[in-house]
């Protein structure tokens, strides 16, 4: 199984080589409006692998956690890196392309939304868990797909191992077979060989009841 998993493994490794986790900063429609977001490209992405992660990375910012309309809020968040104020956060799944799925994060400051111009330092803390976040989506999304392929390796292996066995058993009765038939070829002979013998017998026989026969005529 291990040995299934490395191959496999291997296979999409290197598949997935010059995958690079991307962001950029985007105006982005949420439900309460258009404001500055951070946008992150996951590429080989399972969107439930990535509504997982989503939920547990706003969870991780604190506050109070709600989800409603494919939008993921946290009200009231703290982390260390952002300084002492509160803020509160949005995220949502905006586009998906291929086996690409892009997610942005807003962040309401108070009364301004985080961008790359006004807030750099803060901007920089929020880029760079949005990027780990991405790299964790995908890195999940593509064990899920070796834990897939890995399943259909061991099952097309088990199917081998169930054809070879197979061909063992009739490899076998063959054998069992021609066994058989030759001792089968050798009654024959045998029988044939008895039954000339017994045909001398009868002839023998026939002789010895036509002798009696012939004692009938020579009674007066």
Not at 64 to 79: A, F, I, P, R
Not at 84 to 112: C, R
Not at 158 to 177: N, P, R, T, V
Request: no cysteine; charged share 35%; proline share 0%.
């Amino acid at each position: 199984m291990k040995q299934l998993t490395l191959i496999v493994a291997t296979m999409l490794t290197t598949w997935v080589v010059g995958q690079e986790v991307k962001t950029s900063g985007e105006k982005v429609s949420f439900s309460h409006g258009t404001y500055d977001a951070i946008v992150v490209t996951i590429p080989y992405a399972n969107k439930d692998v990535v509504e997982k992660e989503l939920k547990s990375e706003m969870k991780d910012w604190g506050g109070k956690y709600n989800s409603s309309k494919d939008e993921y809020t946290t009200k009231q968040s703290k982390l260390k890196a952002m300084g002492d104020k509160y803020f509160d956060g949005y995220a949502k799944i905006i586009e998906s392309s291929g086996s690409d799925i892009k997610v942005a994060f807003a962040v309401d400051l108070g009364g301004a939304y985080l961008n790359s111009s006004d807030h750099r330092d803060q901007y920089k803390v929020i880029e760079d868990r949005v990027k780990k976040f991405g790299q964790n989506a995908s890195k999940e999304s593509v064990n899920g797909m070796i834990e897939l392929e890995t399943k259909a390796l061991k099952k097309l292996n088990g199917e081998k191992e169930d054809l070879q066995k197979s061909i063992e058993s009739s490899k076998k009765d063959i054998e069992s077979y021609k066994k058989k038939i030759a001792d089968a070829e050798q009654k024959i002979k045998d029988d044939e060989s008895a039954t000339q013998k017994k045909e001398g017998e009868i002839a023998a026989q026939g002789k010895k009841l036509e002798e009696v026969q012939g004692l009938l005529k020579k009674i007066k």
